[in-house]
């Protein structure tokens, strides 16, 4: 696979989990993962078994990512992916960016670890406030 193959996989799978993220299929956002990937935000990483409970306690709208500038290194790869989500109801928006991982699988790229870093209006960068998503206890 060239260089140029590969950039074009890893785009696509970044449009599958921002049109699956829009849509509310969250079966579509884990499958581009890898099985043991993460997400990151509000200061924890989440394991893909918990996306159910994060995705329907999150606010739905509209995923608007821009091309994310990649750095491949063979069978893995990181990348800066911009983000603005504008949720559904009062259009108010959140804008920040993803920083990734990717690897290469038997079934294509997927993406290892993904971490939401957002930019706030005063010009602070951070991954959110901790504990804004309450994990049930166990």
Not at 78 to 102: A, K, W
Request: proline share 4%; net charge negative; with cysteine.
């Amino acid at each position: 696979m060239s260089t140029s193959d590969d950039l074009v996989e890893i785009n696509q799978l970044l449009a599958r989990y921002a049109v699956n993220m829009t849509k509310g299929d969250v079966d579509g956002v884990v499958a581009v993962f890898t099985p043991d990937g993460t997400y990151s935000a509000f200061g924890d990483a989440f394991t893909l078994d918990q996306f159910p409970e994060l995705v329907a306690a999150a606010p739905q709208g509209l995923f608007m990512t821009g091309t994310s500038l990649i750095a491949l290194d063979g069978d893995t790869a990181t990348g800066t992916q911009p983000l603005c989500f504008v949720e559904h109801s009062t259009h108010d928006m959140r804008i920040g960016y993803y920083n990734d991982t990717y690897v290469r699988t038997d079934d294509g790229w997927r993406l290892k670890t993904r971490a939401m870093t957002f930019i706030r209006r005063s010009g602070a960068h951070d991954s959110g406030i901790p504990h804004a998503f309450e994990r049930p206890s166990a």
